[in-house]
């Protein structure tokens, strides 16, 4: 068995959906998720080829979409990954999404999936990923990172795919 094969099969990566796939950009907007435009919310830039690339260069089928939020807004969600075709451009199963209904349930579906790198623009949600080695704060408000600021040594900040990348794809 090569590295790279060794690897995806004991490497997993959990990815947040709101604000580190979906835009949160847009909130105060037309095409804001929450409005009746949610379709045309726009993706994180380069979300689409870094996932590819991710899946591509290190962790094979073994990422997942993690996400917390309500019955309506899970299935807005999975309308939008359908009409952006998500799948199809990420090379992320189809079947590879969990939703939970609070926050620090994502703790219990990183463990049940064996995740190793969690990605997250929430400092609070990361904090309940104990068991989780790897975690990455994307793109986070300042609001956020003071109000949860002793979870920060934790953690690995990053504020794009492109920072991101370079973490998980070191040359």
């Not at 870094?50 to 990422?63: H, Q």
Request: charged letters at 30%.
């Amino acid at each position: 068995m090569n590295k790279t094969t060794n690897k995806q099969a004991t490497e997993r990566l959990g990815v947040d959906i709101g604000g580190v796939v979906i835009d949160r950009i847009a909130d105060d907007t037309d095409t804001s998720f929450f409005g009746q435009n949610y379709l045309r919310t726009p993706a994180v830039k380069g979300v689409f080829s870094s996932l590819r690339r991710l899946v591509n260069k290190r962790f094979g089928p073994g990422v997942y979409l993690v996400s917390k939020c309500g019955p309506n807004v899970e299935r807005k969600t999975r309308e939008w990954l359908d009409h952006r075709l998500f799948f199809a451009r990420t090379g992320i199963p189809h079947g590879n999404v969990r939703f939970c209904r609070q926050r620090h349930e994502k703790a219990e579906v990183c463990r049940e999936l064996g995740i190793t790198h969690f990605v997250d623009d929430r400092l609070e949600v990361l904090g309940y990923l104990q068991d989780v080695p790897n975690r990455y704060l994307f793109h986070a408000t300042e609001e956020e990172v003071r109000e949860h600021e002793s979870i920060l040594a934790e953690v690995r900040r990053v504020d794009s795919w492109r920072e991101l990348l370079a973490e998980l794809l070191p040359n």
